[in-house]
């Protein structure tokens, strides 16, 4: 029986009208909770203080610094090998090598938080600790080198897929002309796989923000600010994982909806980005 292709389409706008009404009821609903965080004076002092509760302080400065520093340390170590990965997949693609590689990412992507959790505690951390002198191994290194394992194989599908878009007559119109394989690269296919070597990252770096298991597993969970890589640090993430088992009628337990809140904003701001880029034409389509 073939399908009104009305019917299709109103069953897609229903989906996406679902989804958007989603994503916007959990905003709401963690603005309605967190509002009373969000009033006065509170919410400088929950941006600027540090988090002691038993003096009165609750301030999540710890955490956000904890957060960017292995996001962006994550980021900053898997992209070289994800870039390098998708020009062996998609560019040079040697007969057997390449395909092989490509499933072993595919497979990689499915691959649950806590076994790579399980590998950095006993494999990682003791590395650092006896190496490095990182005290007992868990810090902010360790957990951007587990991060940086996620989010790779995400990285090499997204930059594969974008060089693999470009046109193939280019290449061959280039090769042509006499252009040796790195100017092909640099000078074809680059410049036209910036939107999705930029989505690739910002996804990324949205999936290691928020990331729990991992940062909760490897970060070492200390509530200060970290002067170093080797020092240990907690994630907005782990923070409230960590506050779940408090009184619900404490503050403590409120600061989850403020800590929630400013996740999805960065989230949404990252979002944003990408779509600004591509509006001005730094993104190529």
Same mark, same amino acid.
């Given at each position: 029986?073939?399908?009104?292709? &009305?019917?299709? @389409?109103?069953? $897609? $706008?229903?989906?996406?009208?679902?989804?958007?009404?989603?994503?916007? $009821? %959990?905003? =709401?609903?963690?603005? =309605?909770? *967190?509002?009373?965080?969000?009033?006065?004076?509170?919410?400088?002092?929950?941006?600027?203080?540090?988090?002691?509760?038993?003096? *009165?302080?609750?301030?999540?400065?710890?955490?956000?610094?904890?957060?960017?520093?292995?996001?962006?340390? &994550?980021?900053?170590?898997?992209?070289?090998?994800?870039?390098?990965?998708?020009?062996? %997949?998609?560019?040079?693609?040697?007969?057997?090598?390449?395909?092989?590689?490509?499933?072993?990412?595919?497979?990689?992507?499915?691959?649950?938080?806590?076994?790579?959790?399980?590998?950095?505690? $006993?494999?990682?951390?003791?590395?650092?600790?006896?190496?490095?002198?990182?005290?007992?191994?868990?810090?902010?290194?360790?957990?951007?080198? *587990?991060?940086?394992?996620? %989010?790779?194989?995400?990285?090499?599908?997204?930059?594969?897929?974008?060089?693999?878009?470009?046109?193939?007559?280019?290449?061959?119109?280039?090769?042509?002309?006499?252009?040796?394989?790195?100017?092909?690269?640099?000078?074809?296919?680059?410049?036209?796989?910036?939107? *999705?070597?930029?989505?690739?990252?910002?996804?990324?770096?949205?999936?290691?923000?928020?990331?729990?298991?991992?940062?909760?597993?490897?970060?070492?969970?200390?509530?200060? =600010?970290?002067?170093?890589?080797?020092?240990?640090?907690?994630?907005?993430?782990?923070?409230?994982?960590?506050?779940?088992?408090?009184?619900?009628?404490?503050?403590?337990?409120?600061? %989850?909806?403020?800590?929630?809140?400013?996740?999805?904003?960065?989230?949404?701001?990252?979002?944003?980005?990408?779509?600004?880029? @591509?509006?001005?034409?730094?993104?190529?389509?």
């Amino acid at each position: 029986m073939k399908i009104p292709e &009305a019917a299709v @389409e109103r069953l $897609f $706008f229903l989906a996406a009208l679902f989804c958007a009404s989603l994503a916007l $009821f %959990i905003l =709401v609903f963690m603005l =309605v909770l *967190g509002r009373p965080l969000l009033t006065g004076d509170f919410l400088p002092r929950l941006l600027t203080e540090p988090w002691l509760p038993d003096r *009165g302080l609750y301030g999540i400065l710890p955490m956000l610094v904890g957060t960017v520093s292995i996001a962006l340390l &994550a980021l900053l170590l898997a992209l070289p090998m994800s870039l390098g990965c998708a020009v062996l %997949i998609s560019v040079i693609r040697p007969p057997r090598f390449g395909p092989l590689l490509e499933r072993v990412v595919e497979f990689l992507t499915g691959m649950p938080t806590v076994v790579i959790g399980f590998v950095g505690v $006993f494999l990682l951390v003791p590395l650092l600790r006896e190496n490095l002198d990182a005290g007992s191994g868990r810090c902010i290194l360790a957990a951007a080198i *587990g991060l940086a394992g996620l %989010i790779a194989p995400t990285l090499i599908l997204f930059f594969s897929d974008a060089f693999a878009r470009v046109p193939a007559g280019w290449r061959q119109a280039a090769a042509a002309l006499g252009c040796s394989r790195s100017q092909i690269f640099f000078r074809i296919i680059l410049p036209h796989s910036l939107r *999705g070597l930029a989505s690739g990252v910002v996804l990324a770096l949205g999936r290691a923000v928020g990331d729990t298991l991992i940062a909760l597993m490897l970060a070492g969970n200390a509530v200060a =600010v970290p002067h170093s890589v080797l020092s240990p640090a907690r994630t907005l993430t782990a923070h409230i994982a960590m506050l779940f088992a408090a009184d619900f009628e404490s503050l403590e337990f409120k600061i %989850i909806f403020a800590c929630g809140l400013l996740l999805y904003l960065v989230s949404l701001l990252l979002t944003l980005l990408i779509r600004g880029l @591509e509006r001005r034409g730094r993104c190529r389509i």
